[in-house]
């Protein structure tokens, strides 16, 4: 009698273990539209000319919907020297890569660190930059040489961006920004590719009564920082994004197309404040920033 006892704690033990087990693994799953912390990302370090470092940046918004506003300050700071290195003040959906860089001198000590720390939700995230031998990546911030060492490549240069000022934005109005895009036509502008057969149209994610109530809001998830689809332009473009400002902001397109060397995009504020908006030029494979700042009455 208590052998069989035992076997039975035993069986429901283990099961209370599964079920125990098999929670933890849905609830580790779930996905958020809202809530959740921002986790700077150290993404490597690239050397100068004149001998100084840039440590490069980017994020991850652990939120798939919410687009936190944190200013630079007590909760958004890098240091030493700071807060405020240039770091964005606006934070996009999830993952985005080698946004921003901030330059130390040449006689930075090796062992010495540079911590960018985020505080939003409640929680405090922080990415520590430090000139650790193998974090040395090429100079755009990633694996952007692909390997390539054809003449073409190497004598590439990334091309030039300047935004035109901005003046008389109101909230709920469009406005035009206007880039002037100068590049080297390094490389070749490739031609659109085509969708693959049976992709023309993609399938839409559409819920129902029965949706889980882990899938993320549709509206506004996967909006990102950087951008681009398999079908868009492949010459010079300009991507736009918020780069410090209350609320986000409405481009259309968000990418735009450079031609004669001009780009264009609609803005559409829908909150009152002061923003710095980026333009991006991207030849596709170099890019060069440059900022706009808005005062939205």
Known sequence: ?????????????????AHLSAQNEVT????????????????????????????HFGYLNRNYVETPAIPAGLNNSIEPGGPDRGQPTFFYPRTQRNLFKVIVPKEWDKKRELIWTITVNGKTQKAFAWLQPEWEIDPA???????????????????????AAVTGATANS????????????????????????????????????????????VAGAGRQAGGGGRG??????????VWR?????????KISQVKDTAAQTSAVFTVPGEYILRGRASDRLLTTDAEVRVVVK
């Open 1 to 17: 009698m208590r052998r069989l006892i035992f076997v039975t704690v035993l069986v429901a033990a283990a099961a209370v273990g």
């Open 28 to 55: 580790n799953n779930f996905k958020f539209n809202s809530g959740q912390d921002v986790q700077p990302v150290f993404e490597g370090w690239s050397k100068n000319a004149d001998g100084s470092f840039n440590m």
């Open 141 to 163: 911030g990633g694996a952007a040489t692909g390997g390539r060492t054809d003449k073409e490549f190497l004598s590439n240069k990334p091309p030039a961006i300047t935004i």
């Open 174 to 217: 469009a406005v035009t920004l206007n880039a002037t895009v100068t590049d080297d036509g390094i490389p070749k502008p490739a031609p659109p590719r085509k969708p693959a057969i049976g992709q023309e149209t993609p399938p839409a994610l559409q819920g129902d009564a029965d949706a889980p109530v882990n899938v993320p809001s």
């Open 232 to 241: 868009g332009p492949q010459g010079p473009t300009v991507n736009w994004m």
């Open 245 to 253: 400002g209350p609320a986000s902001v409405e481009f259309t397109p």
